[in-house]
């Protein structure tokens, strides 16, 4: 089975301003896809942001961008102009190209102070 | 389109007792899975289906069994109930499998 680890079980950042959250996996597979879902208080999992390993440039979607390291095997999420809208707990997860199943990290929990 | 939906949304067993949950999709996705997510330990695969008639294991399946009759349900079942099985869990279906979407969760407790 892949492994996808998030090394922050909490973060929190003051409204408007900047955070990153963290992501590393480990696999052997060249193509991939990684994800981005966000799950607030409601527990509806939405997906933020998807970036296709075989793509150097990284993904963008609004306020949030993706840091794709593919030879660090690494994948951060900045979300800039923080809202309180955004305090969810996000989840990191990867899927090979030629796989069905999704991976998922533990999760961070993201706090946005007014 | 109601998108994906689960059955009940909260449940309270006791040990040893039997339940179905039932995930609905009106997408025509051909991929369906079944999740649980605990605290700390993020969303673990119990089961999945690639299609009308199939299912597959996932990373945590004993104790679980699905079905996968109809094309847009896909049945999660429990025969015996066991405490380590309270859990929030969630259903997701794809088309493309460039992403999921999930139901809203179903909230299970066993004493």
């Known amino acids: 089975a892949q492994t996808v680890t998030q090394s922050q079980p909490e973060m929190s950042v003051q409204e408007a301003e900047t955070v990153t959250l963290s992501c590393t996996y480990d696999?052997?597979?060249?193509?991939?896809?990684l994800f981005w879902y966000k799950q607030p208080p409601s527990r509806q999992m939405i997906l933020v942001i998807r970036?296709?390993?075989?793509?150097?440039q990284n993904a963008t979607e609004n306020r949030f961008s993706v840091n794709f390291q593919k030879a660090a095997k690494s994948f951060s999420l900045k979300i800039s102009d923080s809202q309180l809208g955004d305090a969810a707990m996000y989840f990191c997860?990867?899927?090979?190209?030629?796989?069905?199943?999704?991976?998922f990290g533990t999760g961070t929990s993201l706090t946005v102070i007014p | 389109n109601a998108g994906v939906t689960q059955t009940p949304k909260f449940r309270v067993l006791k040990t040893g007792q039997s339940m179905t949950l039932l995930c609905a999709q009106d997408m025509n996705h051909e991929y369906m899975y079944w999740y649980r997510q605990d605290p700390g330990m993020g969303l673990r695969l119990i089961h999945y289906?690639?299609?009308?008639?199939?299912?597959a294991k996932g990373e945590v399946p004993d104790g679980y069994n699905v079905s996968r009759l109809k094309k847009q349900n896909f049945l999660l079942g429990l025969e015996s109930a066991a405490p380590s099985q309270t859990s929030v869990y969630f259903c997701a279906s794809s088309y493309s499998l460039r992403e999921q979407f999930f139901g809203p969760g179903t909230r299970l407790t066993v004493l």
């Open positions: 997860a990867y899927r090979s190209l030629t796989g069905n199943q999704f991976y």
């Open positions: 696999t052997s597979e060249s193509d991939y896809y």
């Open positions: 970036q296709e390993a075989y793509k150097q």
């Open positions: 289906s690639v299609g009308e008639g199939t299912t």
